[in-house]
């Protein structure tokens, strides 16, 4: 027979055993337990200053809704601003789904938010973009949604963009790049990404959770989640199959990979070196004259100064 396990704080039944922390714990005291973490990351790299607006960037996945949910109980209490936004990639049903989830937190929490349909900007989905640059999907949807965070960060003067990452993606992210020995990647991986002239600051606040528990969190709030994954995901890629290969229930690689994080985190130079230039359509930093978001502009025959004056008035939030 199966012995119950009770929570270490109180009398309840626990629903999840924490090894490294050595607690035992119920629904209620595991979301004070990941909001605490959370928040010791905020404070120990020192992410979040008193009075900053921060943008979070909600997929409508498991993880950016841990975090907006956390950053926006912490919000009060440490005196910074949280604002939603979420991207549609155009494409079908994975979008509708994303968006659904994403705006029913917003909505949930009371957090101002935007969405950027790319369809409305490129007059195309992601997949649409890629086919007709000849890119692969997922690397021009990563392009774009980079510089789409920054430009609605830089445009409404926020000081900080946080995104979902947390300890495995982080973690399986720096062992693909050491494997393929990617060193420009290995240099910029961080926590904290300081803002360098038109190039906002970025964090991951959730750093060091690992995956099961923005699950848990997510499952036992009851967030609104996409029940979806992107057709385009690549599950045989090296990335994923690093994750797959240490996920652990029993959190014997937990040590491990918070080292490794850590120890990135500092050793990253995060610099911009290279980035001496800037891009003649929109100003931000780059290692050439144009940056790759105008360079893709280009490619798509759109003009990407009147793409810019547009977008700036339909970034802008009203605050
Ligand atoms: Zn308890
Ligand atoms: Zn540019």
Not at 109 to 117: A, E, F, P, R, S
Not at 214 to 236: D, E, G
Request: glycine letters at 4%; proline letters at 3%.
């Amino acid at each position: 027979m199966k012995e119950e396990l009770y929570c270490s704080f109180c009398d309840k039944e626990a629903v999840i055993n924490l090894k490294p922390f050595r607690v035992n714990l119920c629904s209620e005291h595991f979301s004070q337990h990941l909001t605490n973490r959370v928040k010791r990351t905020l404070l120990k790299y020192k992410l979040v200053k008193e009075r900053e607006k921060v943008l979070v960037a909600i997929s409508g996945g498991k993880d950016s809704a841990t975090l907006l949910h956390i950053m926006h109980k912490l919000s009060n209490e440490l005196n910074f601003e949280v604002y939603g936004l979420h991207l549609n990639i155009g494409v079908k049903d994975f979008s509708e789904k994303s968006e659904d989830a994403a705006v029913s937190l917003f909505k949930a929490l009371g957090i101002k938010y935007k969405v950027v349909n790319v369809r409305e900007f490129f007059g195309l989905s992601i997949p649409e973009i890629s086919k007709k640059v000849k890119k692969p999907i997922c690397s021009t949807c990563g392009l774009i949604k980079r510089y789409i965070m920054n430009y609605v960060a830089l445009y409404s003067n926020f000081n900080k963009i946080a995104t979902g990452h947390n300890l495995d993606d982080i973690f399986s992210y720096i062992v693909k790049s050491f494997l393929v020995q990617d060193k420009e990647q290995l240099s910029r991986i961080s926590v904290f990404t300081p803002t360098f002239d038109k190039l906002i600051s970025r964090i991951k606040p959730l750093a060091e959770i690992s995956e099961n528990e923005t699950l848990t969190y997510a499952t036992l709030n009851k967030l609104p989640v996409a029940q979806v994954s992107c057709p385009f995901k690549n599950k045989f890629g090296l990335e994923l199959k690093i994750k797959y290969s240490f996920i652990d229930p029993d959190y014997k690689y937990y040590p491990i990979k918070l080292n490794l994080v850590r120890t990135y985190s500092k050793l990253s130079l995060a610099s911009r070196e290279n980035d001496t230039l800037r891009c003649k359509y929109c100003g931000i930093p780059t290692s050439s004259e144009v940056c790759s978001f105008c360079k893709l502009l280009l490619n798509l025959n759109l003009d990407p100064v009147s793409f810019h004056k547009a977008f700036q008035g339909y970034a802008s939030f009203e605050t």
